[in-house]
C-alpha cells in the first residue's frame, strides 16, 4: 500500500492499467502499488484521456463535475469569476465544481451574427480575434450587408461584427458626402467644325445607396459619360461664338437633362458648369487678331467722340465769346496769364486790340 496526500483545492482521479477506478477529493488515502493517480487542480478546465462516459458512471465523479461539449461548429467562451479567459475549441471538457465560478457560453458558428451577450471587449479580444471578422462604416457612409451574396439590409456608421465561417459575409459601402467629377480635356466639335477641348466638371451626391452600388455597376462611371453625351449633345448645335457667349447656359443644360437619368443612378446633381474652354493654336491666333482689331476700333472710336466733343467745345465758347464782350476781355486776360507764365516780359504797344496784337507776336 501506499499513502497519497491530496491538498485543499486539489482532485485525484485513480487508474489501473488506464482505466479509470475512481476520485479522491483533498484528505489522506491509502492506494494499492497497482494503481495510479493523476492530481488535478480544481481552478482548471480539462480534457480527459479517460472516456468521460466511463468517468461519468461514477456517482461520485459525476457530483463533483460539470462537463461541457462543444461542437465542431461551436466555440465555448471561459469565463473566471465572471472575468473572460480564454476560448474552447471543438471537444469534451469537464470543470471540478466549488473551488471557483466557471461560466461557459457555448456560440454556434453557423450564425453569423454575434449575440448582446458577447461583449464587445471581449470581441477585440486577441485569443478571440481569430474567430470574428468586422466592418467598419464611417459617419459620412452607408452600407449594404449581404449575406452568401444575398442583400440583406442597408446598415448606417458604425463597427458590426460577425463569426468566422463557410458564410460569405460582405459590406459595400457608398460615400454620402457631397462628391465631385472631373471631365477634362475633352475634345468636341462645335456646328461650324470648330475642334475645341472642355474642361467640365459636376457636383453630386449619392442620395440612394442601394440603386448606386446594387443596381447599378460603377454609377460614378456611368454618370462620367452620361455628361460626356450631354456635353457632345449640346456643343455640337451651337457656333463656335454662340458656345462662347453662352457657357452658363451649357451647365444649365447638362443639368437638367441629366435629373431623371441620374436618379436611376441613385444620385443627383448639385452643381455643374465649364471650367475652361482650350481652343486650337490657329484659332486662338484669328480669336486674338479679332479681339485687337476689336479693341483698336472701339479706341478709335472713342478718341473720335472726344476730338467731336472738344470741337464742339471750341465752338460754344466761341459763340458766347462772340456774344459777350466781357467774356472776350476775360479770355484775354487768360490768354495773357499763361503767356506771363513762360515768358518773362510782354510789351504791349498801341489802341489796337490785345488779342489782335498776341497773334500777330506768335504767328512771326
Not at 205 to 213: E, G, R, T
Amino acid at each position: 500500500m501506499k499513502n497519497i496526500r491530496i491538498n485543499v483545492g486539489k482532485v485525484g482521479v485513480v487508474t489501473r492499467k488506464g482505466g479509470y477506478k475512481k476520485v479522491l477529493t483533498a484528505g489522506t488515502h491509502w492506494l494499492s502499488f497497482l494503481d495510479d493517480i493523476t492530481i488535478y487542480d480544481m481552478s482548471k478546465i480539462y480534457t480527459s484521456d479517460i472516456d468521460l462516459t466511463i468517468m461519468l458512471k461514477d456517482q461520485g465523479f459525476r457530483n463533483l463535475v460539470e462537463v461541457i461539449e462543444v461542437k465542431d461548429s461551436e466555440i465555448a467562451l471561459k469565463y473566471i469569476n465572471n472575468n473572460f479567459k480564454t476560448v474552447l475549441t471543438a471537444g469534451q471538457y469537464f470543470y471540478w465544481k466549488g473551488l471557483v465560478d466557471f461560466k461557459l457560453i457555448i456560440e454556434d458558428l453557423n450564425n453569423i451574427e454575434i449575440k448582446e451577450r458577447v461583449d464587445l471587449a471581449i470581441i477585440k479580444n486577441s485569443v478571440l480575434e481569430k474567430y470574428v471578422r468586422s466592418f467598419d462604416v464611417q459617419s459620412y457612409e452607408e452600407g449594404l450587408l449581404f449575406v452568401d451574396r444575398k442583400f440583406i439590409k442597408k446598415i448606417n456608421k458604425g463597427t458590426y461584427y460577425f463569426w468566422k465561417n463557410a458564410t460569405s459575409v460582405e459590406v459595400l459601402k457608398a460615400d454620402m458626402r457631397q462628391l465631385q467629377l472631373e471631365i477634362a480635356g475633352q475634345e468636341m466639335l462645335t456646328k461650324d467644325k470648330a475642334a475645341l477641348r472642355v474642361n467640365f466638371y459636376a457636383q453630386y451626391k449619392v442620395i440612394d445607396s442601394q440603386k448606386a452600388l446594387l443596381e447599378s455597376k460603377n454609377f460614378e462611371k456611368q454618370l462620367y459619360i452620361l455628361m460626356q453625351l450631354a456635353l457632345r449633345a449640346f456643343i455640337g448645335t451651337m457656333t463656335l461664338d454662340e458656345m462662347l457667349d453662352n457657357k452658363e447656359g451649357i451647365a444649365e443644360y447638362v443639368a437638367n437633362s441629366l435629373i431623371a437619368k441620374v436618379q436611376k443612378l441613385g444620385v443627383e446633381i448639385i452643381d455643374c458648369g465649364i471650367r475652361d474652354v482650350i481652343l486650337p493654336g490657329e484659332v486662338k491666333d484669328i480669336m486674338n487678331k479679332v479681339l485687337i482689331a476689336t479693341k483698336q476700333a472701339q479706341a478709335n472710336t472713342i478718341v473720335r467722340r472726344e476730338e467731336t466733343a472738344s470741337t464742339r467745345s471750341l465752338l460754344n465758347t466761341a459763340k458766347l465769346m462772340e456774344d459777350n464782350a466781357m467774356l472776350y476781355k476775360l479770355k484775354e486776360m487768360e490768354y495773357i496769364e499763361k503767356i506771363a507764365g513762360k515768358i518773362g516780359e510782354v510789351t504791349v504797344s498801341g489802341g489796337g486790340q490785345v488779342v489782335e496784337q498776341l497773334k500777330k507776336m506768335f504767328s512771326q
